[in-house]
């Protein structure tokens, strides 16, 4: 994976959670993932004021990503892990980070 383009995907991805910029955030997930993007949703606070990317490991295959996510409910990061699909960096997993 190209470094420079994944980190700036997953910063472009972190500002469009915080935008509320559901079409962009759910081409950002892989076509397998896309049908729990409502389940992964509700994990985020309500509304989400701030998106911070902590870190993005970018690998040869993957890149691990993590988003801390806070706002008016709470606050949470996300663990994402990120592939190459149709020429573009897209998540195929998700999940709180412990």
Known sequence: MDEASTRKHVAQHAD??????????????????????PGLAQMLPQPVE???????????????????YSGGTGEVTIRSRWQEEGGRPVIVAAEPAA
Request: glycine share 4%.
């Open 50 to 68: 701030l998106a911070e990317v902590l870190s993005a490991e970018v690998g040869e295959h993957e890149c691990v990503a993590l988003i801390h």
């Open 16 to 37: 469009s959670v915080k935008r509320g910029d559901m079409d962009a955030v759910v081409a950002d997930f892989s076509e397998q993932l896309r049908p729990h993007v």
